[in-house]
């Protein structure tokens, strides 16, 4: 293996569910050894949402619970237990990072808390990261995604003006909040090297993804106006959305911006009649007549395959894409294919199966990605062993004693 | 590479030239508010980011744009022609002092001007360019043109985003490129640690595709270990939850209209092996009964409510209840009671509802900023996280067109005051 950018971090990872993961996932994909903290008293939710493998429930099963925690050790420890918050501060004195994701004040309970921390390993660095942040009136409102993509704004603002909002897909602010929180955190590793110095971090998920819809926020704060729905509408292209094509559910992005892009474009459909109609030849009236506009340029793409009219549209320069469906077409789809976006891993439960890689390539320390999600408590023994320097008979004293949990109770 | 000295911020003393541009700003962004000293190159004349609306008090002026206002926060601004010669020039002696370059030309346009990386590295050995584009540097789309809905489109989420009698729709504020540039953020932070251990800069290559397709949570999953495609949901706010036979999908509301806007509250994530969702579900019901509105649902063991399983009947039938009871009451109401119980519910905010939300209130979440030539103060969205040490903080509001023009380039490089004023005759700042 090549050189690894963390290969000197050690992370103690106690988060769940989404964001937490995936930030440790992120440094772990670049060398730093994590260890997962779980515990089948307390499982992780992602366990217990599908999809499952031939769609069998099982905390072993499910992908969602595996595609957020490559590369890592995982271990099943209660920590409501002394001897399980022994471990627990074995491990951060192992560890570089600490990560916590629970409602706020759960780390102190287990006397694992930042104040806690800091006597016993003054140069930790630890986050936590939950959907309103560690203090506030909604603070100790536990929550997932769902709520931090409702309330930071975003859920409003997909569909269509005249009805009811869609909402955005699935937990979006679990999709940007760990972005962020990476960033600081590597910017935090780098301030301790020069420093010394330990940080705590306090991540509001919603706060985080409020970042993406900042223009909008600005045009309240001084203009007042409350940014509503626009179904596929945007200021500065016509025609501009999805446009329905040749078989089932099968759809094309395209948007013409420039009078260049709609000359070509008119080309590119063998300039019918209706483009040289005066309600169409400018982009002010075809912005007013946009309507009217999509319908006829669906009733064109509708003839075609999606891929046929985008690649059309693209060898013309004129921007256009498939709707990708989360199936065939992404898999499939040559460009990801060579940026190797999906690795697929063998997991123990589950078997081969898909993973993301990062977005961005980096040149020179590629990342790795060789272990598939842990199934839980998957890497008790090397962790015991290995990391912590457990004998033998203390495992075994733990495992009796059930520190280290082996049952689920799912009744 | 020394290691700068600055601890006041996290990022202190490192320096960013920033030629990006649109959402791909955002990179630059996240590094100045952490502390480097970022520079954001524009062409003479501006960037063409200052035509992007809204606009300050709705005047379209590039000295006004909202959406530059608010990705170029904490950046000094310099106007800068890199296709001329002698701009080209005075760019190369920048990348000298400089630890990161942020671009989102398309690809080949830096090389073909010859700042490409490897032309970078000759001059600074250990720099770091962060390129981003639609879909990266190379391969066989690599030379596609991507609009932010094009984005959005192939990477994925357009196909699970609107009602399903109607076509895929975009998020109404464009997101795709933001996510290209937040990820960009993250491959130079990988790239500037490395560096920090090694002595060694590198070529970070960003995809806008990719970046979308990591916003996806379990739809790959689904295809990939299922074979299935999920559908867009329902226009009444309800999804569609594959299940294998012989119950076959389960039709749950997710969204649900309250008396001034809409909730998020997950109906078939009400109850199971989760603890923490039975509470949850035991106090909405409690509220319901205080108002005579629960009908039978006190009775009914949410333990025992298990999707793998459960009747579509039992689920139409509860809905009825919670649909009813939610139209009763107010966004805030709503969110108060949850806060104070763990009801696991959260408002369809709006621009305003956020700004005027009394959580974030609390948290400072919103920070003001000076804008002296506007004689004005504006509340910008704060900070993605707050830190014990070297906070987090806005440094100084979007640069003017050339206004750190005299700071870098006289004070700095050492260029003349005659000298400047033939460059800018010359159309090179």
């Given at each position: 293996?090549?050189?690894?950018?963390?290969?000197?971090?050690?992370?103690?990872?106690f988060s769940w569910v989404g964001v937490g993961p995936q930030t440790a996932r992120?440094?772990?994909?670049?060398?730093?050894?994590?260890?997962?903290?779980?515990?089948?008293?307390?499982?992780?939710?992602?366990?217990?949402?599908?999809?499952?493998?031939?769609?069998?429930?099982?905390?072993?099963?499910?992908?969602?619970?595996?595609?957020?925690?490559?590369?890592?050790?995982?271990?099943?420890?209660?920590?409501?237990?002394?001897?399980?918050?022994?471990?627990?501060?074995?491990?951060?004195?192992?560890?570089?990072?600490?990560?916590?994701?629970?409602?706020?004040?759960?780390?102190?309970?287990?006397?694992?808390?930042?104040?806690?921390?800091?006597?016993?390993?003054?140069?930790?660095?630890?986050?936590?990261?939950?959907?309103?942040?560690?203090?506030?009136?909604?603070?100790?409102?536990?929550?997932?995604?769902?709520?931090?993509?409702?309330?930071?704004?975003?859920?409003?603002?997909?569909?269509?003006?005249?009805?009811?909002?869609?909402?955005?897909?699935?937990?979006?602010?679990?999709?940007?909040?760990?972005?962020?929180?990476?960033?600081?955190?590597?910017?935090?590793?780098?301030?301790?090297?020069?420093?010394?110095?330990?940080?705590?971090?306090?991540?509001?998920?919603?706060?985080?993804?409020?970042?993406?819809?900042?223009?909008?926020?600005?045009d309240y704060t001084v203009n007042g106006r409350v940014a509503e729905r626009m179904?596929?509408?945007?200021?500065?292209?016509?025609?501009?959305?999805?446009?329905?094509?040749?078989?089932?559910?099968?759809?094309?992005?395209?948007?013409?911006?420039?009078?260049?892009?709609?000359?070509?474009?008119?080309?590119?459909?063998?300039?019918?009649?209706?483009?040289?109609?005066?309600?169409?030849?400018?982009?002010?009236?075809?912005?007013?007549?946009?309507?009217?506009?999509?319908?006829?340029?669906?009733?064109?793409?509708?003839?075609?395959?999606?891929?046929?009219?985008?690649?059309?549209?693209?060898?013309?320069?004129?921007?256009?894409?498939?709707?990708?469906?989360?199936?065939?077409?992404?898999?499939?789809?040559?460009?990801?294919?060579?940026?190797?976006?999906?690795?697929?891993?063998?997991?123990?439960?589950?078997?081969?199966?898909?993973?993301?890689?990062?977005?961005?390539?980096?040149?020179?320390?590629?990342?790795?990605?060789?272990?598939?999600?842990?199934?839980?408590?998957?890497?008790?023994?090397?962790?015991?062993?290995?990391?912590?320097?457990?004998?033998?008979?203390?495992?075994?004293?733990?495992?009796?004693?059930?520190?280290?949990?082996?049952?689920?109770?799912?009744? | 590479?020394?290691?700068?000295?600055?601890?006041?911020?996290?990022?202190?003393?490192?320096?960013?030239?920033?030629?990006?541009?649109?959402?791909?700003?955002?990179?630059?962004?996240?590094?100045?508010?952490?502390?480097?000293?970022?520079?954001?190159?524009?062409?003479?004349?501006?960037?063409?980011?200052?035509?992007?609306?809204?606009?300050?008090?709705?005047?379209?002026?590039?000295?006004?744009?909202?959406?530059?206002?608010?990705?170029?926060?904490?950046?000094?601004?310099?106007?800068?022609?890199?296709?001329?010669?002698?701009?080209?020039?005075?760019?190369?002696?920048?990348?000298?002092?400089?630890?990161?370059?942020?671009?989102?030309?398309?690809?080949?346009?830096?090389?073909?001007?010859?700042?490409?990386?490897?032309?970078?590295?000759?001059?600074?050995?250990?720099?770091?360019?962060?390129?981003?584009?639609?879909?990266?540097?190379?391969?066989?789309?690599?030379?596609?043109?991507?609009?932010?809905?094009?984005?959005?489109?192939?990477?994925?989420?357009?196909g699970l985003s609107g009602d399903n009698d109607r076509p895929p729709v975009q998020?109404?504020?464009?997101?795709?490129?933001?996510?290209?540039?937040?990820?960009?953020?993250?491959?130079?932070?990988?790239?500037?640690?490395?560096?920090?251990?090694?002595?060694?800069?590198?070529?970070?290559?960003?995809?806008?595709?990719?970046?979308?397709?990591?916003?996806?949570?379990?739809?790959?999953?689904?295809?990939?270990?299922?074979?299935?495609?999920?559908?867009?949901?329902?226009?009444?706010?309800?999804?569609?939850?594959?299940?294998?036979?012989?119950?076959?999908?389960?039709?749950?509301?997710?969204?649900?209209?309250?008396?001034?806007?809409?909730?998020?509250?997950?109906?078939?994530?009400?109850?199971?092996?989760?603890?923490?969702?039975?509470?949850?579900?035991?106090?909405?019901?409690?509220?319901?009964?205080?108002?005579?509105?629960?009908?039978?649902?006190?009775?009914?063991?949410?333990?025992?409510?298990?999707?793998?399983?459960?009747?579509?009947?039992?689920?139409?039938?509860?809905?009825?209840?919670?649909?009813?009871?939610?139209?009763?009451?107010?966004?805030?109401?709503?969110?108060?009671?949850?806060?104070?119980?763990?009801?696991?519910?959260?408002?369809?905010?709006?621009?305003?509802?956020?700004?005027?939300?009394?959580?974030?209130?609390?948290?400072?979440?919103?920070?003001?900023?000076?804008?002296?030539?506007?004689?004005?103060?504006?509340?910008?969205?704060?900070?993605?996280?707050?830190?014990?040490?070297?906070?987090?903080?806005?440094?100084?509001?979007?640069?003017?067109?050339?206004?750190?023009?005299?700071?870098?380039?006289?004070?700095?490089?050492?260029?003349?005051?005659?000298?400047?004023?033939?460059?800018?005759?010359?159309?090179?700042?």
């Amino acid at each position: 293996m090549e050189r690894q950018v963390f290969e000197n971090i050690n992370i103690a990872d106690f988060s769940w569910v989404g964001v937490g993961p995936q930030t440790a996932r992120e440094l772990a994909e670049h060398g730093a050894t994590v260890v997962r903290v779980e515990s089948h008293k307390r499982l992780d939710q992602l366990r217990l949402i599908g999809p499952y493998k031939d769609f069998e429930p099982g905390i072993d099963r499910t992908a969602f619970g595996a595609c957020f925690n490559t590369n890592k050790y995982g271990i099943s420890v209660d920590l409501k237990t002394a001897r399980g918050q022994e471990v627990g501060r074995k491990l951060v004195m192992w560890a570089d990072i600490v990560c916590d994701s629970m409602t706020p004040g759960s780390m102190k309970k287990m006397g694992l808390d930042y104040e806690s921390l800091k006597k016993i390993k003054p140069d930790i660095i630890m986050f936590s990261t939950c959907q309103f942040g560690q203090y506030g009136p909604y603070a100790q409102l536990p929550g997932y995604g769902n709520i931090g993509a409702a309330m930071s704004g975003a859920s409003y603002l997909v569909g269509w003006p005249e009805r009811a909002p869609a909402g955005v897909h699935g937990a979006y602010s679990d999709f940007i909040a760990p972005w962020f929180l990476i960033s600081t955190l590597i910017a935090a590793l780098i301030y301790r090297k020069k420093t010394g110095k330990g940080i705590y971090i306090d991540m509001s998920q919603i706060e985080a993804a409020i970042t993406f819809l900042s223009p909008l926020i600005l045009d309240y704060t001084v203009n007042g106006r409350v940014a509503e729905r626009m179904g596929n509408k945007t200021p500065c292209a016509a025609p501009h959305g999805s446009f329905p094509c040749l078989g089932e559910n099968r759809w094309v992005a395209i948007s013409v911006s420039t009078d260049e892009e709609w000359e070509k474009f008119c080309q590119i459909m063998g300039n019918p009649d209706w483009t040289k109609n005066g309600k169409f030849n400018t982009f002010m009236e075809r912005k007013k007549n946009e309507d009217e506009l999509n319908n006829l340029v669906g009733e064109w793409t509708k003839t075609y395959p999606p891929e046929q009219v985008a690649s059309m549209m693209q060898d013309s320069g004129v921007p256009a894409g498939v709707v990708e469906n989360c199936h065939e077409d992404l898999f499939n789809d040559p460009q990801l294919k060579h940026r190797q976006h999906f690795r697929f891993l063998d997991h123990k439960v589950i078997g081969r199966h898909a993973y993301n890689a990062p977005a961005y390539i980096l040149s020179k320390t590629p990342n790795h990605i060789f272990k598939a999600g842990p199934t839980l408590g998957e890497d008790n023994e090397y962790v015991f062993k290995d990391i912590l320097g457990y004998s033998d008979d203390e495992i075994a004293n733990l495992l009796v004693e059930g520190v280290i949990t082996t049952d689920a109770d799912l009744s | 590479m020394e290691t700068p000295t600055n601890t006041e911020t996290l990022l202190g003393g490192y320096r960013v030239l920033d030629l990006s541009e649109f959402g791909s700003l955002l990179c630059g962004k996240v590094l100045g508010d952490l502390g480097a000293d970022v520079i954001k190159i524009e062409p003479p004349g501006g960037s063409p980011t200052r035509n992007m609306g809204p606009f300050y008090r709705d005047t379209p002026h590039p000295e006004k744009s909202l959406f530059w206002f608010a990705f170029n926060t904490s950046k000094r601004g310099i106007t800068l022609d890199v296709e001329k010669a002698d701009g080209k020039e005075l760019f190369i002696r920048l990348v000298k002092t400089a630890d990161i370059i942020v671009e989102s030309f398309h690809p080949g346009y830096m090389k073909n001007l010859g700042v490409g990386y490897p032309d970078l590295c000759r001059v600074k050995p250990d720099i770091i360019m962060t390129s981003i584009t639609p879909f990266g540097q190379t391969g066989p789309f690599s030379h596609y043109k991507g609009a932010d809905i094009v984005g959005w489109a192939m990477g994925g989420i357009m196909g699970l985003s609107g009602d399903n009698d109607r076509p895929p729709v975009q998020q109404s504020h464009p997101q795709s490129y933001y996510h290209a540039g937040v990820q960009g953020a993250v491959g130079t932070m990988v790239a500037l640690y490395h560096r920090e251990m090694s002595g060694e800069g590198q070529h970070v290559d960003v995809s806008m595709q990719q970046s979308v397709v990591l916003t996806l949570m379990y739809a790959i999953e689904y295809g990939d270990l299922l074979g299935i495609t999920l559908p867009r949901p329902r226009p009444s706010g309800a999804t569609i939850s594959p299940r294998g036979e012989p119950h076959g999908p389960l039709v749950g509301q997710r969204r649900w209209e309250c008396k001034d806007g809409y909730i998020t509250w997950i109906h078939l994530l009400a109850g199971g092996s989760q603890p923490g969702m039975v509470r949850s579900t035991k106090e909405l019901v409690k509220w319901m009964e205080e108002e005579d509105m629960a009908g039978d649902l006190p009775q009914y063991d949410w333990s025992q409510f298990d999707t793998a399983t459960v009747h579509q009947e039992l689920v139409d039938h509860q809905k009825e209840l919670f649909k009813n009871f939610f139209l009763t009451k107010t966004k805030r109401e709503l969110m108060d009671r949850a806060a104070s119980r763990g009801i696991l519910l959260g408002a369809f905010q709006t621009t305003k509802d956020i700004v005027e939300c009394p959580h974030l209130a609390a948290r400072e979440f919103f920070t003001e900023v000076d804008h002296p030539e506007l004689g004005d103060t504006i509340a910008y969205p704060g900070a993605w996280a707050k830190t014990s040490e070297a906070p987090w903080k806005i440094s100084r509001r979007a640069p003017l067109i050339g206004e750190h023009n005299k700071e870098i380039y006289e004070k700095e490089l050492g260029i003349s005051k005659d000298q400047l004023a033939i460059l800018k005759n010359r159309g090179v700042i």
